[in-house]
């Protein structure tokens, strides 16, 4: 099975803590910064669609793109209920391809953190970067460097639900600033009893720094870091940093 096939079931009951149209307003907001009115957007890496539906409900026309089939499954399940329409399409973001130009290309929760090497990283960016017309923009979240290896590097995390629990446990490669993550899920079936199985993701902590180079060197302009969900720059023990870069 592929990486977050399995996710796919349980992703949202252990996402409830995430305020997603408060996080669709800002990002609107973001690309509203650069000029840019969010007519037509690319929701990369767009998991079980809880932005893609936010962003379509804002009157944006949105293809979300994920590389998980049963993610993609979970995300049209979703638009199907919320009444919501929008294209899903399986596809690397990394080579992200659109049927015409876009005013935006978004990606939310730790996507970018996802793509672990500076190759995938800029990759993504330069098709981002095709895939968007003159004058519109990329906006992007990651987890901090300090949120990742100092909050979350080599830390054992549990949490128990009525339909499901998990046990997490990392480890960080500080040299490489990777972080592996173990998780094991317990999902209670109809009958009871709890139906195990793992899942293991690898993220990048990112320099902010590393980011913004990258993102000059694949053809972006007028680059700015803020604070999570704010117009202010990054704090020293900011969790989230968000990024906005401009396609000239």
Same mark, same amino acid.
């Given at each position: 099975?592929? &990486?977050?096939?399995?996710?796919? !079931? ?13 996080? /669709?307003?800002?990002?609107? @907001?973001?690309? /509203?910064?650069?000029?840019?009115a @969010?007519?037509? %957007?690319?929701?990369?890496? +767009?998991?079980t669609?809880?932005?893609?539906? $936010?962003?379509?409900?804002?009157? /944006?026309?949105?293809?979300? %793109? ?5 993610m993609?499954?979970?995300?049209? @399940? ?11 399409v ?6 992200? !391809?659109?049927?015409? &130009?876009?005013?935006?290309?978004? +990606?939310?929760?730790?996507? =970018?953190?996802?793509?672990?090497? *500076? ?20 906006a992007?979240?990651? &987890? &901090?460097?300090?949120?990742? *290896? ?9 949490? !128990?639900?009525? $339909? ?24 209670? $079936?109809a ?10 993701q ?6 902010? *720094? *590393?980011? =913004? ?11 700015? =870091? ?10 020293? $023990? !900011? ?5 906005l870069?401009?396609?000239?």
């Amino acid at each position: 099975m592929r &990486s977050y096939d399995a996710l796919a !079931e349980v992703y949202d009951l252990f996402a409830d803590d995430f305020d997603h149209p408060r996080w /669709a307003d800002y990002y609107c @907001a973001l690309l /509203a910064r650069a000029g840019v009115a @969010a007519r037509r %957007v690319v929701d990369a890496g +767009c998991g079980t669609g809880l932005m893609t539906v $936010e962003l379509a409900r804002g009157g /944006a026309r949105v293809i979300g %793109v994920d590389a998980s089939e049963e993610m993609l499954r979970a995300a049209a @399940a979703r638009l199907r209920r919320e009444g919501v329409q929008a294209v899903l399409v399986r596809q690397d973001m990394c080579r992200l !391809e659109v049927p015409h &130009s876009v005013d935006a290309v978004i +990606c939310a929760c730790d996507g =970018v953190n996802c793509l672990v090497t *500076e190759a995938r990283v800029r990759a993504f960016f330069r098709a981002a970067h095709a895939a968007i017309r003159p004058g519109g923009a990329l906006a992007f979240d990651i &987890s &901090s460097r300090y949120k990742l *290896e100092t909050l979350m590097g080599d830390a054992f995390f549990g949490e !128990e639900r009525d $339909e499901a629990a998990y046990l997490w446990e990392n480890r960080l490669d500080a040299q490489k600033h990777l972080l592996r993550m173990d998780i094991t899920f317990f999902v209670r $079936e109809a009958d009871g009893r709890y139906r195990r199985f793992c899942e293991t993701q690898v993220q990048r902590a990112h320099a902010a *720094e *590393e980011i =913004v180079a990258w993102l000059h060197a694949e053809g972006f302009a007028d680059v700015e =870091v803020f604070g999570n969900q704010t117009f202010e720059a990054p704090g020293a $023990e !900011e969790k989230r940093i968000h990024f906005l870069a401009r396609r000239t």
